[in-house]
């Protein structure tokens, strides 16, 4: 009976046993997958790793490193050396969760959080002690910095903080750039092919991220330098205006030359820098409303869908879907200001002429606005020639300038052919605010809006913009800008010399967006301020 028993107990378990058979093969198939993954991840994170030597922070940086000089060291350098700076406050819990897996796969010291330590103090060190190697004889070191990629994850307030940043500093080879998009509208990294829509955070999508950064090509960017000056207040508290009416990408700027007109006591200079656009009217103010909310309940934007919803939700409740019913002529753009454009080669000032009906006119350097939209939309070849105009590119010293009548003029864009009024193509232009109806107007640039007081007196506010030089960026397959560097596109733009009568020192000063050396966040500045 015993026997019996066991003989029965045994033939029960059978399946138990047979189960367990095929959970150890499955147990032993994956156990070989994670490791072959590991082993493929260790050479994948091998490519774009740099040293202690070069990324350590000055007081646990030891004197004796792997970056030795031996001529053998050019070939052990990484195919895609990157330093990866992180908005750990942007995409609600993105940023963090990023940021840690980053840490993880590369050396700590190369993955920055910006709300630790800001981008031209990182940057300015290891290339001071790329240059002291260099001397030394290091190929290894010359390799990195021949090879050197940046990544940067955030919304497009944060990529347009080190692209300033990397202007500023005039590095000997500034590196190309790349953008994780982080924000709620993402159009720097939509304008490149890295997408409008938040990433994976996990290991894997991270590696396939870097992936991409390493076979991703160099593209050239223009850069725009903006400068406002207004008269300061002479009631309030304010000094020249509130606070948290100013974008954090103005800066203060005291060097102005002795032959402009505006150069005289009781008035304010600011300057900065933009990549994809300035706006000014309806846009800026929805997104002015936005913003505003989301410092007071920052805790309600965590997540994308439902800021862009806000952002609807906004644009309907201000009454721009009926501009004609809810908001005065008097903020129309042909009401608020003289508007004056100069073209490549021009020297003189030539007045825009804008629609009455026009509550909002943007300054367009990349195909990508108000989350992957093109308001320049694509003329066909007839409408390009009886304009003067030319096929809108990244890199051709000209910015497109559109205008928009009410948010139904927006959601045109969504039309396979749809497109904003084409005002003109310019290299410079030029706002001048004179007393009027209005006593503010609201403007935007690269994302980051504010509230704009205009004059109230015989003065006036005026605020333009040039061409400052070129950035460059990491494109992928799927970029929707388009340069005239492509074999199917004409000659490469190269801008002729200074137009301008400045002198020299301050021509040299002028050309600085403010982001780095001369301008620093103030010490406890919250860069979840930042899209």
Known sequence: METRFRRDKLSSGSGSLKELKNSFRTFVSRSKEFAMRDEKSAKVIKEFYIPDCIVAPEESNSSSCSCSGTSDDEDDAPSCPVIVFVNSKSGGQLGRQLLITYRSLLNQNQ???????????????????????????????????????????????????????????????PPPIATVPLGTGNNLPFAFGWGKKNPGTDRLSVEAFLEQVR???EMKIDSWHIIMRMRIPKEGSFDPIAPLELPHSLHAFHRVSHSDSLNMDGYHTFRGGFWNYFSMGMD????????????????????????????????????????????????????????KIMKVGQSQWVDLDIPRSVRSIVCLNLPSFSGGLNPWGKPGHKKLLDRDLTPPYVDDGFFEVVGFRNAW?????????????????????????????????????????WKQPLPVDDDKVVVEISHRGQVTMLATPSCRSRSVCDPSSPTCYQEEGNDSDEEDEDWEERRKFGAADTFKFPDGFDIAQLS
């Open 111 to 173: 993955v920055i959080d910006l709300g630790e330590k800001k981008p031209d103090k990182v940057l300015h060190e290891v290339y001071a002690r790329l240059h002291k190697l260099k001397c030394n004889g290091d190929q290894f070191a010359a390799e990195i910095e021949k090879r050197l990629r940046i990544i940067v994850a955030g919304g497009d307030g944060t990529a347009g903080w080190l692209l300033g940043v990397v202007s500023d500093l005039k590095l000997p080879q």
């Open 284 to 339: 800026a103010q929805i997104s002015y409303a936005f913003h505003s909310k989301r410092k007071l309940h920052p805790e309600k934007f965590r997540n994308q869908l439902v800021n862009q919803s806000t952002y609807l939700k906004l644009g309907c409740t201000q009454g721009w879907f009926l501009a004609s019913v809810f908001h005065p002529s008097s903020r129309n753009i042909a009401q608020l200001a003289r508007v």
């Open 215 to 217: 076979t991703a090509k």
């Open 409 to 449: 003029h927006g959601l045109v864009l969504y039309a396979p052919n749809g497109h904003a009024t084409r005002l003109a193509q310019a290299h410079r232009i030029r706002f001048e605010f004179r007393k009027g109806a209005a006593g503010h107007t609201f403007m935007r640039i690269d994302g980051e809006p």
